[in-house]
């Protein structure tokens, strides 16, 4: 298939495009830019890539693909508060003018990576995709939106497919440091002691990012009335565990003690998810990670890259401080649209 992926140069996008690449695919790439230069190794070459915004995607870039994947975002609720119109205008707007255009172009197939907090504030059942929606920020919020206007260009010829992704972990070309198992992981390897914000009972959904890249390709390799239109949480139900358990398994791996940050508290952010839909309709998706094998792998890719606290928690790693040093410097507006061309402001790549 030809794929262009949307957010190609993000956390997911440099382990999703190396994934469908080797399976086969040819990939083109479309990307604002937001991180480049905060890479965590090398990020992946070796394919078309774009430098372009979502919000100005024409019908004439997307003539000849088989498929859109959209990952481009304003991708976590931090983020999302900081300007809400622009998280709406990027994440909603953004993402269905880019599917109103593949359609125009004949692209029968597109890829939304939606996210379980349109959830929100769930009961204490497990959530399934017939669930109501709830979402309790700008960000949740703008993935319902999203959903809601994909669904409305959904017919015979164009096959919308939301992905519902639990929470991400993982080593990737472009780390996030800003996610909740690779934020424990890498404060106990550059500071000796795993710190929790909260008082470590809230559950959490989590999926490792290659098996995001795994739910992608098999969506994409699905028969189109499988997934045409369809929701899909994707995870596992091994890994929707509770934050301390996480804390336990990161103290165990590097030898260091769990400790609160003063005040930490309940965390309102407790929901559980139903992973079976997936399991059910999509048999190919065969989840390879678990937490304590993405906690080594991240440890052992720390180690190699020699990381340190300063730069574990600035802007090379944590989306909200770089896109802040983008505005500061004006290279992004307030609508969070490029002004100029981002320099690689952090240099070259870890
Ligand atoms: N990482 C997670 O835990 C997680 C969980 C659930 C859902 N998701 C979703 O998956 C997607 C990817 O997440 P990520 O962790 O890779 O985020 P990320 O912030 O690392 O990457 C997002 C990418 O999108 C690009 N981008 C943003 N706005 C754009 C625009 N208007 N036009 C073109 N490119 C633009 C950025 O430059 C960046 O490269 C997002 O939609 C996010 O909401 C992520």
């Given at each position: 298939m030809q794929i262009l992926v949307a957010g190609d140069r993000g956390y997911l996008g440099a382990v999703v495009v190396p994934y469908l690449r080797r399976a086969g695919h040819h990939v083109v790439g479309l990307d604002a830019g937001w991180y480049d230069g905060c890479g965590f190794g090398r990020p992946a070459g070796g394919y078309e890539q774009r430098t372009g915004?979502?919000?100005?995607?024409?019908?004439?870039?997307?003539?000849?693909?088989?498929?859109?994947v959209n990952l481009a975002a304003v991708s976590n609720d931090p983020l999302g508060h900081l300007n809400p119109e622009a998280t709406y205008s990027v994440n909603a707007h953004g993402a269905v003018h880019l599917g109103r255009v593949a359609k125009s172009a004949g692209v029968p197939r597109y890829l939304f990576s939606s996210s379980c907090s349109l959830y929100g504030a769930?009961?204490?059942?497990?959530?399934?995709?017939?669930a109501e929606f709830n979402p309790v920020t700008p960000y949740g919020q703008s993935k319902v939106m999203a959903e809601a206007g994909l669904a409305d260009l959904a017919d015979g010829d164009f096959s919308p497919t939301y992905l519902r992704n639990a929470t991400?972990?993982?080593?990737?070309?472009?780390?996030?440091?800003?996610?909740?198992?690779?934020?424990?992981?890498?404060?106990?390897?550059?500071?000796?002691?795993?710190?929790?914000q909260s008082d470590g009972t809230p559950w959490r959904p989590l999926v490792h990012a290659e098996?995001?890249?795994?739910?992608?390709?098999a969506v994409l390799?699905?028969?189109?009335?499988?997934?045409?239109?369809?929701?899909?949480?994707?995870?596992?139900?091994?890994?929707?565990?509770?934050?301390?358990?996480?804390?336990?398994?990161?103290?165990?791996?590097?030898?260091?003690p769990v400790t609160f940050v003063a005040g930490a508290g309940p965390d309102k952010r407790d929901y559980r998810v139903d992973f079976s839909r997936i399991c059910r309709l999509?048999?190919?998706?065969?989840?390879?990670?678990?937490?304590?094998?993405?906690?080594?792998?991240?440890v052992r890719d720390m180690h190699d890259h020699g990381l340190t606290a300063d730069d574990f928690e600035g802007p090379r790693f944590v989306r909200l401080l770089r896109i802040r040093e983008l505005l500061a410097e004006g290279w992004l507006d307030q609508e969070l649209r490029t002004t100029a061309v981002t320099p690689a402001l952090l240099g070259d790549p870890a």
């Open positions: 915004d979502i919000r100005d995607a024409e019908v004439d870039d997307l003539r000849d693909f088989d498929a859109v769930a009961g204490d059942e497990p959530v399934t995709e017939d991400a972990y993982g080593s990737s070309p472009l780390l996030r440091a800003d996610i909740v198992v690779n934020n424990l992981t890498g404060v106990a390897f550059t500071r000796g002691e795993v710190r929790l098996d995001i890249a795994r739910a992608f390709l390799e699905a028969p189109r009335d499988v997934v045409h239109n369809r929701a899909f949480n994707v995870g596992r139900d091994e890994d929707v565990v509770q934050i301390r358990d996480i804390a336990a398994q990161v103290s165990a791996v590097l030898d260091v999509l048999p190919d998706f065969k989840p390879e990670w678990t937490v304590a094998s993405g906690i080594d792998e991240l």
